[in-house]
């Protein structure tokens, strides 16, 4: 399990202020949720903590680890994104393992992995079909199998329930959650939604206008 720890990050585009040197310590195997309008700077403070985005000011440490200068790659992150990002010709057990693919994981841990994930996220008979013959909560998953076989402690998602329809955004949630118990995950979460939030997390971190509001546990 990896602690998330954030020392007076800015984040500016010229003379537009994103972030406002904000400090913030998540807490190792704990469910955080960054919640706030849109523009408030949610989405910012989880790029700058994926490295996506570099912070104009402060630090960023994953388990003690100074990763301010550090790649995506180099951070041992997973990342679930709003638009699912699933490649239309690969099956679903390709989708999922691609990344391993990338990372030239050998071919035998890659099947043990892809068999635990699926069957972690009841995608067992699916591994042969195409994202087009899924339906939205089929390719949300397939979305999170791709993030959870890479084995990070520590995972990042921005949204990822939005395009989904009430009831399932509420069956995932409690999935959702109890996947991060069940594997011990530092997972933080961005959402406007306050009724997800309040349902999911640990730890709710309001943000508006680029600065840290109120903290609720």
Request: aromatic content about 4%.
């Amino acid at each position: 399990m990896s602690a998330i720890e954030l020392f007076e990050i800015g984040k500016s585009w010229g003379t537009s202020l994103a972030l406002a040197s904000i400090s913030l310590h998540i807490e190792a195997g704990t469910f955080c949720v960054l919640l706030g309008p849109s523009g408030c700077g949610k989405s910012t403070t989880l790029r700058i903590i994926a490295g996506l985005e570099t912070a104009t000011s402060g630090q960023v440490f994953i388990d003690g680890r100074d990763v301010t200068q550090a790649s995506p790659a180099q951070r041992g992150i997973a990342m679930v994104f709003q638009n699912y990002a699933l490649f239309p010709h690969l099956t679903v057990a390709d989708n999922i393992t691609f990344g391993l693919s990338v990372r030239k994981t050998p071919a035998l841990e890659a099947a043990k992995r892809l068999k635990e994930t699926a069957a972690l996220l009841g995608l067992e008979s699916l591994l042969t079909r195409r994202p087009s013959q899924l339906s939205g909560g089929q390719q949300q998953r397939v979305a999170l199998a791709r993030a959870l076989v890479a084995q990070a402690k520590v995972c990042l998602m921005d949204e990822p329930l939005s395009n989904l329809d009430a009831q399932l955004r509420q069956d995932m949630r409690r999935e959702l959650r109890d996947i991060q118990r069940q594997l011990g995950l530092t997972l933080v979460y961005v959402t406007h939604d306050q009724a997800e939030a309040m349902s999911m997390a640990d730890q709710v971190v309001l943000l508006n206008k680029g600065h840290v509001e109120q903290r609720i546990r």
